[in-house]
């Protein structure tokens, strides 16, 4: 059980080619914009396989992006320049959520594009 505001994680764009930036949690959701691979973000929080990111620091969901292409990066504290250690066990905690504590499988289907029905 976690107290206070939802834990966050710093991470990188880790995909050569970029990663699609999409407008929900899924392939089904349109494209808002491509980010290049080392764009820094902010993991909010996970819908299945899929990361709820803010990319300008306000805490704000800018989109979504497919979590297995994010590397965990350290972030610069704005006014020390010092970096801040990644935080392990809030990322932890993100993945718990998102997943059965039971089989570890995803906890919900969001993540998944929609099957096509066969004719």
């Given at each position: 059980?976690?107290?206070?505001?939802?834990?966050?994680?710093?991470?990188?764009v880790?995909?050569?080619?970029?990663l699609?930036?999409?407008r929900?949690?899924?392939?089904?959701?349109d494209?808002?914009r491509?980010?290049e691979a080392?764009?820094?973000?902010?993991?909010?929080g996970?819908?299945?396989?899929?990361?709820?990111?803010?990319?300008?620091?306000?805490?704000?969901?800018?989109?979504?992006?497919f979590?297995a292409?994010?590397?965990?990066s350290?972030?610069?504290?704005?006014?020390?320049?010092d970096?801040?250690?990644?935080?392990?066990?809030a990322i932890?905690e993100?993945?718990?959520?998102?997943?059965?504590?039971?089989?570890?499988a995803?906890?919900?289907?969001?993540?998944?594009?929609?099957?096509?029905?066969?004719?």
């Open positions: 059980m976690s107290t206070g505001a939802p834990p966050v994680a710093h991470s990188t880790n995909a050569r080619d970029g699609w930036l999409r929900g949690p899924g392939l089904a959701f494209r808002a491509l980010l080392g764009t820094s973000l902010t993991i909010l996970l819908d299945g396989e899929w990361a709820r990111v803010d990319l300008q620091g306000d805490g704000l969901i800018d989109g979504y992006v979590a292409f994010l590397g965990m350290a972030m610069e504290h704005l006014d020390e320049g970096e801040e250690p990644i935080n392990e066990a932890e993100l993945l718990a959520e998102a997943t059965d504590p039971k089989s570890g995803p906890a919900n289907a969001r993540g998944r594009a929609p099957r096509r029905k066969k004719d």
